[in-house]
Nanobody, 117 residues
Framework: QVQLVESGGGLVQPGGSLRLSCAAS????????MGWYRQAPGKQRELVAR???????NYATSVKGRFTISRDNAKNTVYLQMNSLKPEDTAVYYC???????????WGQGTQVTVSS
């Protein structure tokens, strides 16, 4: 498939865990840095985590140590494992693909993550 398709969002209790998935086409996945962004109402969209083909990762300070981004090349899928979730993690999470050799950018449709007691 050409589009980025997210799944795995939902409602979870504080301290709980959730895993987001993003399926991409092989051509996009193999030539892009993959990332997860999030946007809460009234807030700017922010980078949560990013991973390049070689496996190097970057995380927002607010999620470092709690979230883990990974790639599965066989499935053309990027994951975001979210542990120790906090209410402030509540947002719409978007999958992103940024071309490493081209300027093209792709976005998923977004998946809602709500952390509430």
């Amino acid at each position: 498939q050409v589009q980025l398709v997210e799944s795995g969002g939902g409602l979870v209790q504080p301290g709980g865990s959730l895993r987001l998935s993003c399926a991409a086409s092989r051509s996009i996945f193999s030539n892009s840095a993959m990332g997860w962004y999030r946007q809460a109402p009234g807030k700017q969209r922010e980078l949560v985590a990013r991973i390049i083909s070689g496996g190097s990762t970057n995380y927002a300070t607010s999620v470092k140590g709690r979230f883990t981004i990974s790639r599965d090349n066989a499935k053309n899928t990027v994951y975001l494992q979210m542990n120790s979730l906090k209410p402030e993690d509540t947002a719409v999470y978007y999958c992103n693909a940024q071309g490493l050799y081209y300027s093209s950018t792709y976005w998923g449709q977004g998946t809602q993550v709500t952390v509430s007691s």
